[in-house]
């Protein structure tokens, strides 16, 4: 039955104005609350009759009263678990621990029956009958559907409550996309008069969720105090909808599927089988935590971005001591992450590291991973001991948490998988050498003999444009010709697809510079996209291998003995903001050193973490000269004085050592799209980039 098709026809008379009643009922503790799925029925029927005010009345209570059932639950689940003492404990007994005689056992299951008494009077107390409040499969499967705001934005609408109308049908669309009706109704709501923009709003929308979209909206606008104002508040509520979640798992035992009259677990194992089906419920809420209608998949990572939005709308704030507790806290989740310890150094050395170093991660967040760390140690233990499968939800886990066997088993189907992806691509590859043999344009690069002076000509075009002296310095080169116009065209096209498909964003503010925008795609990314069909793989693989190629040439100019290995490598451009340029006195990227942290009022540089002392050369290979600003410099250890500027253009490489000899940094960017593939080496092959030892991903 379409109730959209039944709204289309009303749309065409003209609509009696009937006063909507006031339908609202007190709930008092003895009052018994009716049954939703009874209240649901009721409506429908109503609905049938043309009974307007009754389906408004009864749906509208279905819903209040399925939100107190869920509430009351959690409630009361929650109120039992938080009380540390049931009243008079077994004779003799301190704090039970099971297992260590028949009698610690007793005071075990004292505490298990005193909680299942707590729970049970309280949701009785408030529910009434527990029982009575349960739903069939396809109730429940109506109200997730978002049902009932279909009859009631026709009731609605009948009564001529359009704002009302307005609401439910929006509330409806936003789980069902697909309704074409509901669409076509929505058009034609907003077309009508004394219908206003925030009548559109939906009604079972989450708190948590609604102040992260509100965050994120503003942070793409570059409002970064009201974005980091609502990223808090979605954090706080997440919290709380976690808990709810959780509590709310603690439900009935769910046979799934096998038949409970054969089922004949003993006291324990049937304990164990809900308590891991419960703690399998408990681990999913960061998936239902982090769906919202509209969006068929969930937020990856999502508590964790909440972070990542805070730190960088505090940086943006220029509240440095937030920022850090924010980066910190992201830190958490992912201790390796280079972008975050390179913003939390930045962050630290504007702020003083000695005051940085009191600034701790969120206890909140700290005391949230140890309890699922350790639910999800008990889940692989059921895994191991009972079969019992278990999915984890979180990029973040630590490896160590999976037992070795499991491990070992999906490290042996993920390189399977890589090996299929491999030998797609080397047969590619094949396919592209074949290609290539015919044009007869076979472009290895030979060995380098590098001279110490002058211009020389390298293979294949390249040349020396400076030496380190023409620098002002040591261990720097300039090489021109190191890749063609169309490849460095088909570079920044690849960029700016990544940018555009990969995360749905066209740039986002510059982590150094408040009047350009920042996109970054990294090779592993790039491969990503490419296996998605979302870029070219030919360009994907062309970013692979002009990286390597700049590999070579640094390796052999700087006359090195054992291999250069890749470190991290990253196409980035950075665009100016037209409206952002004036007064600029900041650089694009401020002057630093690659492996060490540069305290420029001191000329000094320290190698210690959190820099990448691991690093050892650097490169960066430019990929257009259209733009203005944008130039290289290499300075002092004061960061101030200038020894050496060198202008971008395609094809053109700077290589450097990475250490204190070579401070650098670019200058602001004023107009146009500046775009490079910054690439960072080291000696050090167990610091290699991931991407480069697993095949091309
Ligand atoms: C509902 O009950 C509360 C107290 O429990 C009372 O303050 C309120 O006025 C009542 N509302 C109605 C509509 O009866
Ligand atoms: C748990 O107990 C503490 C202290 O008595 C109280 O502050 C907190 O609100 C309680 N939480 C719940 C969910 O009842
Ligand atoms: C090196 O220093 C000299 C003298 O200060 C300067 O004229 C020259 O431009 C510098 N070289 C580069 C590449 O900037």
């Known amino acids: 039955v379409s109730v959209g098709a039944e709204l289309r026809y009303a749309l065409l008379l003209s609509c009696l104005v009937v006063p909507l009643c006031a339908a609202d009922t007190n709930l008092s503790s003895h009052f ?64 039970p621990i099971p297992g260590s005689g028949s009698v610690e056992d007793l005071g075990f299951f004292q505490k298990i029956l005193k909680r299942a008494d707590c729970v049970n009077s309280c949701e009785t107390e408030k529910l009434g009958s527990p029982t009575m409040h349960q739903v069939t499969g396809e109730v429940q499967l109506e109200f997730s559907k978002r049902t009932p705001y279909n009859y009631l934005q026709v009731a609605y609408f009948k009564i001529n409550k359009l704002d009302k109308a307005v609401a439910a049908a929006h509330t409806f669309y936003q789980a069902n996309p697909d309704h074409m009706e509901m669409r076509q109704n929505l058009e034609y709501y907003r077309m009508m008069a004394g219908v206003k923009e925030e009548d559109f709003k939906d009604l079972e929308a989450r708190t948590h969720m609604a102040e992260f979209l509100l965050g994120k909206s503003y942070y793409s606008d570059d409002s970064f105090g009201l974005a980091a104002k609502h990223f808090e508040v979605a954090v706080d509520e997440y919290f709380t909808a976690d808990k709810e979640c959780r509590a709310l798992c603690e439900g009935a035992y769910n046979y799934d599927g096998y038949n409970y009259m054969e089922y004949s677990a003993d006291l324990f194992q049937a304990m164990t089988d809900h308590y891991l089906q419960i703690l399998n419920c408990k681990q999913h809420c960061v998936v239902e935590l982090a769906s919202t209608a509209g969006r068929d998949k969930p937020f990856e990572d999502f508590l964790p971005s909440h972070f990542n939005y805070l730190q960088f709308s505090y ?36 702020l003083g590291e000695d005051k940085a ?24 233990f059921g895994y191991e001991a009972f079969g019992v499968t278990f999915v984890d939800p979180d990029t973040w886990t630590p490896e160590d948490v999976m037992p070795k066997k499991l491990r070992d088993k999906q490290k042996a189907d993920r390189e399977t998988a890589a090996r299929i992806t491999e030998e797609i691509g080397n047969l590619m590859k094949e396919i592209e ?116 190629k700049v590999r070579k040439v640094v390796e052999s100019y700087f006359h090195l003995e054992t291999p250069l290995y890749f470190s991290y490598s990253h196409l980035v451009c950075r665009s100016a903001i037209d409206e952002k340029q004036e007064e600029r006195k900041d650089l694009s ?15 000094e540089c320290i190698k210690e973490p959190p820099a990448y002392t691991h690093r050892d050369y650097s490169a960066i290979l430019y990929l257009n000269d259209d733009f203005e600003g944008g130039d290289f410099i290499f300075t002092e250890l004061d960061a101030k004085t200038v020894t050496a500027e060198v202008r971008p253009q395609c094809g053109r490489v700077v290589g450097f050592g990475a250490g204190k000899e070579n401070p650098h940094g670019v200058r602001a960017v004023t107009k146009g799209q500046r775009c490079a593939v910054a690439l960072w080496f080291t000696l050090d092959p167990t610091h290699e980039e991931k991407v480069r030892t697993i095949s091309v991903d």
């Open 589 to 603: 990227h401020p002057v630093h050193v690659d492996n060490c942290l540069l305290v420029s009022e001191i000329n």
């Open 315 to 350: 940086y943006n704030s220029e509240k440095y001591e937030q920022a850090i507790e924010c980066a910190r806290t992201f830190l958490l989740f992912h201790p390796d992450d280079e972008v975050m310890n390179q913003n939390l150094a930045y962050y630290s050395a504007v």
């Open 357 to 380: 170093k009191t600034i701790s991660a969120r206890q909140v967040v700290k005391l949230y991973m140890q309890q699922s760390i350790l639910e999800k140690e008990l889940l692989y």
């Open 433 to 548: 050498t074949l290609v290539e043999e015919k044009k007869k344009d076979s472009s290895d690069i030979a060995m380098i003999i590098s001279p110490q002076e002058g211009v020389s000509v390298l293979h294949d075009n390249i040349k020396v444009t400076m030496t380190p002296q023409q620098l002002n310095g040591s261990q720097r080169v300039l090489l021109d010709g190191v890749i063609s116009d169309d490849e460095c065209r088909e570079l920044q096209r690849l960029s700016n697809a990544a940018a555009l498909k990969g995360d749905g964003y066209r740039g986002r503010p510059s982590p150094h510079s408040p009047s350009e925008m920042f996109q970054g795609v990294t090779v592993l990314k790039a491969v990503k996209l490419g296996q998605e069909g979302k870029v070219p793989l030919k360009s994907t693989r062309l970013f692979f291998d002009l990286s390597e």
């Open 32 to 95: 018994v609350l009716e049954p939703y799925d009874f209240l649901f029925d009721t409506a429908v029927e109503a609905y049938y009759k043309g009974d307007w005010l009754t389906v408004i009345l009864n749906m509208e209570k279905a819903l209040r009263n399925k939100a107190t059932v869920r509430s009351v639950k959690a409630q009361c689940r929650m109120s039992c678990a938080n009380r540390t003492s049931f009243g008079d404990r077994l004779a003799g007994l301190g704090v």
